[in-house]
């Protein structure tokens, strides 16, 4: 699953917008206003998850800083204005 949301806290002038893409053995995401990518690594398998979980699941382990940063270019995670 790949979701998009914006957590509207002040980092930018468009809050925090942030791309997620869930797979099954982790979570990749991106924080586009401060420009952190990161990948959350989970033991076992994801279940899926619907896009208010995952959701909450990318902001819980974001800001307990609990997860790998990430220096890679993926387009999965690029931000579309047309979703």
Request: hydrophobic share 35%.
């Amino acid at each position: 699953m790949r979701i998009q949301f914006n957590t509207s806290r002040g980092y930018s002038a468009t809050g925090q917008p942030i791309t997620a893409v869930q797979y099954d053995d982790c979570v990749k995401f991106r924080d586009h206003a401060r420009g952190i990518t990161g990948t959350i690594f989970v033991a076992g398998s994801v279940r899926p998850m619907d896009a208010r979980e995952l959701q909450e699941f990318v902001m819980w382990n974001y800001d307990r800083y609990n997860y790998t940063d990430a220096h890679w270019v993926e387009d999965e995670l690029e931000w579309r204005d047309h979703e």
